[in-house]
């Protein structure tokens, strides 16, 4: 029978969140007429979260997993699981419940409703979250705003619904290094936020730290824009400007009034100011080139050790 809703979610060691986010997804998928599938992936979780998962699906046909050799990463997670969803709408969500399952059939009924291809969740409140945590993505929603092409919606995460087209489209995307958020803004199609409030993990803890975080927004940032490279040349061409300006001035002074500049301590300052601004330039030159060179070596995104799934009615390509 073909399948209406795929339900897609990264699990990464989640051994205490596994088994209330099956229940409560089968709780809400009780009442619905439509037939569901459950696609769980393990992300080379290091707990028992794939042996939960495997029990799941023997006793549950709607269950299908897959085990990936390592840990990959979420975004990796989320690309499998695009890749082995078969249903005619796919929903992303994480496996802590953060994101109340229970408001999938609503976002859906609004896909079709207004004929929408992708509705994507939007928080308007996000407990469990630090301060410092909700003002660097605020900062950083804006900064890629300003500095790309492409509009990111704000306050999304990885809740949302949509059509088999939208998944069609992400999978033809090969680059490895992949920041989701963003290549859903760029494939385009028809798209608009669902209201929602976040809530507490409902076990475990987070697995995302401020290094993570921090990489992440560099992998948005370089994988958007070359803004930063362009403001190379700018920065470049402002102090070229301003360091001619001042020659003429001292010049023009030691000829006027025969002064002569002097200022050991200056020259040691401003030589450290154009030589930190160079090496950091050098710096964002050599992460995009990281990102080439990683590019260019074409590995798949993941591999996959282990998997539940009868992948004849999705895959690929
Ligand atoms: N996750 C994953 N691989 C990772 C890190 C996380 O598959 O390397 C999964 C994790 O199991 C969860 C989702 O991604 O289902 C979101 O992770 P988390 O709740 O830790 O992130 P946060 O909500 O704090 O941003
Ligand atoms: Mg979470």
């Not at 495997?54 to 897959?66: A, G, Q, T, Y």
């Not at 992400?170 to 760029?186: D, S, Y």
Request: glycine share 6%.
């Amino acid at each position: 029978m073909s399948v209406f809703l795929s339900i897609v979610v990264p699990v990464y060691n989640e051994e205490e969140s596994i088994l209330l986010c099956y229940e409560k997804l089968v709780q809400v998928f009780s009442v619905y007429e439509k037939t569901v599938e459950f696609i769980f992936i393990d992300d080379g979780s290091r707990d028992k979260s794939y042996s939960i998962l495997k029990n799941l699906s023997v006793k549950d046909s709607r269950v299908k997993c897959i085990q990936f050799s390592r840990n990959f990463g979420k975004e990796a997670a989320m690309s499998a699981g695009f890749d082995f969803c078969s249903g005619e709408y796919v929903c992303q969500i994480d496996a802590d419940l953060q994101d109340p399952p229970e408001l999938i059939p609503e976002m859906i009924a609004l896909a079709q409703q207004k004929e929408l291809d992708v509705v994507y969740g939007v928080r308007t409140k996000r407990d469990g979250e630090t301060r410092l945590k909700k003002i660097t993505s605020f900062l950083f929603y804006k900064l890629i705003a300003r500095i790309s092409s492409i509009d990111i919606p704000e306050h999304t995460g990885d809740f949302r619904v949509m059509t088999k087209e939208v998944v069609m489209a992400i999978r033809k995307l090969k680059e490895t290094q992949r920041f989701m958020k963003g290549l859903f803004a760029w494939v385009g199609f028809k798209q608009e936020g669902f209201y929602y409030e976040r809530n507490s993990r409902s076990a475990g803890k987070t697995k995302f730290n401020y290094v993570k975080l921090w990489n992440f927004a560099i992998e948005g940032i370089t994988s958007f824009t070359n803004v930063p490279l362009k403001l190379a040349t700018y920065v470049g061409f402002f102090f070229a400007c301003f360091s001619f300006c001042l020659a003429v001035f001292y010049i023009l002074k030691y000829f006027l009034y025969g002064d002569r500049f002097q200022g050991f301590l200056t020259l040691i300052v401003a030589i450290l100011f154009i030589g930190g601004i160079q090496i950091m330039f050098l710096g964002i030159i050599g992460e995009y080139l990281g990102r080439i060179y990683f590019e260019s070596k074409n590995r798949p995104l993941y591999l996959v050790k282990n998997k539940v799934i009868d992948t004849s009615a999705s895959k690929i390509d």
